[in-house]
Structures are given as C-alpha cells and as structure tokens.
C-alpha cells in the first residue's frame, strides 16, 4: 500500500448535527455570515496544531511556534464551482493565511469531477481520487520562489501576485495571531506546506492531492513536509 503522502491531520471539530447544519448552510445555501464562523474556529485548531507540533519538535526545534513556509486548499470542480459560487476549502484557507500571515497559494487545479464521494466506499473514494488533481504551474511557482527565499531576512511573496491567496472576513478579529517568523522553519530543511479542507472522512482527497504535490516538488528538488488542517471530521 501507497505510504500517505502527508505527515498528520488535525480538524477543529467532529462532524456531528450542529456542524453538518452549519456546513451545510453556508456550503450548499451560501449563507455568508457562516464564514467568520467557521474561519474563526479553523484558526483556533491551527493555533492548537502549532502549538502541539512544536511541543514534538521541541528537543531539535526551538521556539516560536511551528508555522508553515505555505498553504494552499483542495479546488472544487468548475462544475462544482459554477453551481455552488465558491470553494469553501478555499474561502477557509484564504482566512486562515490572512489571519496568520502565512502565504496562501493556488497550488492544484481540479482535472475531473469526480461526483459526490458520500455514497462510495473507502476503497472507492481512494480510487476515485487518483487522478482528480494536477499541479497549478503558476501557483507551483510561487512555491519555488518561497522555496528559493526561505531564510533570507525580509523576503515575502508579493499579494497581488494573481495566485496568491489572502482576504479577511468583516467581523474578524486577527490581532491575536502571532507574527511571521521563519525561525523555526530554517531549523528543518524542508519546505513545509499546509493543506487546508472541510471535511476530513477517509482521507483520500488530502492524500490524492498531497501525492500531486510531492510529485511536482521531488521533480523540481524540492523537500516537502506536508501537514494538512480540516474544519470537521466526520
């Protein structure tokens, strides 16, 4: 069996009643006033998954706390786009990169859809998947120019690069969230990558587009540890 391509997963909530409801309303309704909700409770559980990775790396890492070099976020279909307005996996990761100051980037792209996964099996849905992604060239770009950067004092990706990911939520308070500090990043010679989505059930759609990105980095050089973040799991 094929090693999983990420290192761990953490998710802010179980995927119970209340959340599926939530979800749902703001996924499948649009309902907005979801989003700093939501948003709000995936930077608590990156807080806490910093926090925790950083406490397993303590002996070898000092601090301040564990942070990604970059993120990014499963791309929904275009037919998945066009019928819901939006990607919430995207919505999410955007808020989360603008509330901890990490650079969010447009690094997959969706090749097939693939339908609704919650009628199929565990072997299904991992079969299903395999070849649903590919690599973004251009946000796959940015990621060797972060990659290139890493460790040089005062280099950041410009915002408006057009697959640079960043927006902030009205009503969101970000004023808590550390600053960016590459500290603990140059400790580790790899450039780490966090993966953000909603909901985290078997684990396929994470893994399939985590192989993606393994394959594009170890055909440019580049190391990558990948980490991946969920709101809900089921």
């Not at 179980?14 to 995936?42: C, V």
């Not at 819901?84 to 989360?96: D, I, P, V, Y």
């Not at 909901?199 to 440019?220: F, K, P």
Request: contains cysteine; charged residues 20%; hydrophobic residues 40%.
């Amino acid at each position: 069996m094929q090693r999983r391509s990420f290192i761990c997963n953490r998710s802010a909530v179980q995927y119970n009643d209340l959340m599926r409801e939530w979800i749902s309303m703001y996924k499948f309704r649009g309902h907005e006033r979801y989003a700093p909700l939501l948003t709000a409770l995936l930077i608590q559980a990156f807080q806490a998954m910093s926090e925790e990775l950083t406490r397993i790396c303590g002996k070898e890492i000092p601090k301040p706390l564990w942070r990604p070099d970059a993120l990014t976020y499963v791309p929904v279909s275009e037919e998945r786009l066009a019928e819901r307005g939006f990607n919430q996996a995207e919505r999410l990761a955007a808020g989360l990169a603008t509330a901890a100051r990490i650079p969010g980037v447009d690094l997959l792209q969706r090749q097939i859809n693939t339908g609704k996964q919650s009628f199929k099996s565990r072997a299904e849905r991992f079969e299903t998947m395999k070849h649903a992604f590919s690599i973004h060239p251009e946000g796959f770009e940015l990621i060797t120019k972060i990659w290139s950067d890493k460790g040089r004092p005062g280099s950041q990706i410009s915002e408006t690069h057009p697959h640079y990911i960043a927006t902030s939520f009205r009503g969101m308070n970000h004023s808590h969230m550390p600053g960016s500090s590459n500290q603990i990043n140059n400790a580790d010679k790899s450039l780490q990558i966090l993966l953000i989505d909603d909901i985290y059930t078997t684990g396929s759609t994470l893994d399939a587009c985590g192989q993606v990105i393994l394959a594009a980095a170890n055909h440019a050089g580049i190391p990558v540890r990948l980490y991946t973040l969920t709101l809900a799991r089921s």
